[in-house]
C-alpha cells in the first residue's frame, strides 16, 4: 500500500521560510516523479513545483520562481520543498504526489497523493 505523508507545515511571518518535507513508501521511490500542490479552501488546486526521478529536472509555477525550491533524496525516500520570502498568498494547503514514470509535468495527473500541511502566512 502506497503512503504519502507530508510534514513541515505551520505558521510563519511573511518574509519567512519553511521546509515541508514528504515521505513516500510502498512504491520504488526512485521510478517515481514527485510534485507539490497547494489548494486553498474553496479554490482549485494548483501546482507549484515538481521533479523528476534523477532531480535533474524541475519545474516551478511563476509565483513561486526564485523563491521556492524542490529537491528529493532517493535514498531517504522523501521529497523537500524549501519556501522563502513567504508572503500571505503563498497560505494554503500542501499536498505531495507520487506518479510512475521518469517525467513530472504540473499539469498531469498523479496517483498517488498525500493528506496535506497547512501553511500559513501572516502578514
Known amino acids: 500500500q502506497v503512503q504519502v505523508v507530508e510534514s513541515g507545515g505551520g505558521l510563519v511571518q511573511a518574509g519567512g521560510s519553511l521546509r515541508l518535507s514528504c515521505t513516500v513508501s510502498?512504491?520504488?521511490?526512485?521510478?517515481?516523479?514527485l510534485g507539490w500542490f497547494r489548494q486553498a479552501p474553496g479554490k482549485k488546486r494548483g501546482g507549484v513545483s515538481c521533479?523528476?526521478?534523477?532531480?535533474?529536472?524541475?519545474y516551478y509555477a511563476d509565483s513561486v520562481k526564485g523563491r521556492f525550491a524542490i529537491s528529493r533524496d532517493n535514498a531517504k525516500s522523501t521529497l523537500y520543498l524549501e519556501m522563502n520570502n513567504l508572503n500571505p498568498e503563498d497560505t494554503d494547503l500542501y499536498y505531495c504526489?507520487?506518479?510512475?514514470?521518469?517525467?513530472?509535468?504540473?499539469?498531469?495527473?498523479?496517483?498517488?497523493w498525500g493528506q496535506g500541511t497547512q501553511v500559513t502566512v501572516s502578514s
Open positions: 510502498g512504491l520504488i521511490f526512485g521510478a517515481n516523479a
Open positions: 521533479i523528476n526521478t534523477s532531480g535533474r529536472s524541475t
Open positions: 504526489a507520487a506518479d510512475p514514470g521518469w517525467a513530472c509535468r504540473l499539469d498531469m495527473e498523479y496517483d498517488y
